[in-house]
């Protein structure tokens, strides 16, 4: 028997409440072939909806030897709001805010933003990136990510916005209340302007501290600080 026990997400309805079942498509390949998973191994089938089977390999199908919550699911569901990065930023970002427990992402276009769109091959592998962050770090759920839109169309009442090169007396995010919304500029942070128009539109504004972080560094550590300060990390 394997000792590491597998976690897959499947899709919606797989189980159906079945305790014996084929092995679902989208994983087989991983399971069989990949991992050489054999007779009698283990492993974790998800659903996203907070809850998990525990299987074991039988004759070429899966056995439900058990049904339990999900224990890796924050309680505070906390969105990030992420500009565009260039390279592999973006994935970067994706993967570590997943694994701390980052529950949604809204990907936007700034003024800044080096990079303009977002391929549908491209925005397919974040979520694949995301859906295989959460498994590594056993969530219950995986994170959605949505297709870039405007700022302006992702920030209202509630929000908070990193703004790195605000006035000395910005409060840090760990001092605020945990908000449900954090978000975070480009590789050249917000301009003035829309920081403005962030403001109007009811957001608050926040820095990390005197120490200017990688873009692709500010959503975990902004999502552990939030998490932290709702009990729901470290």
Known sequence: MSGTVHRFFVSPGTLAGRDRLPIPGEIAHQATRVLRLRNGD???????????????LDGGELVVTERRPSIGEPRHRLTVVQ???????????????????????????????????????????????????????????????????????????????LWERGAPDLPRLGAIAPPRVVVIGPEGGFTEAEVAAAERAGATLAGLGPRILRAESVAPVAAAIVLSRAGDFA
């Open 42 to 56: 283990e492993l974790v089938l998800l659903e996203g909806d907070g809850g998990e089977a525990l299987c074991r």
């Open 83 to 161: 500009a565009l990065l260039k390279g592999d930023g973006l994935e970067a970002a994706v993967r570590a805010a997943t694994e701390v427990g980052v529950a949604a992402f809204r990907l936007v276009i700034t003024e800044r933003t080096i990079a303009r769109d977002l391929s549908p091959r491209k925005l397919e592998r974040l979520r694949a990136v995301a859906r295989e962050a959460a498994e590594q770090s056993e969530r219950g759920a995986v994170p959605a990510v949505a297709e870039p839109v405007p700022l302006t169309a992702a920030i209202g009442p509630g929000s908070v916005v």
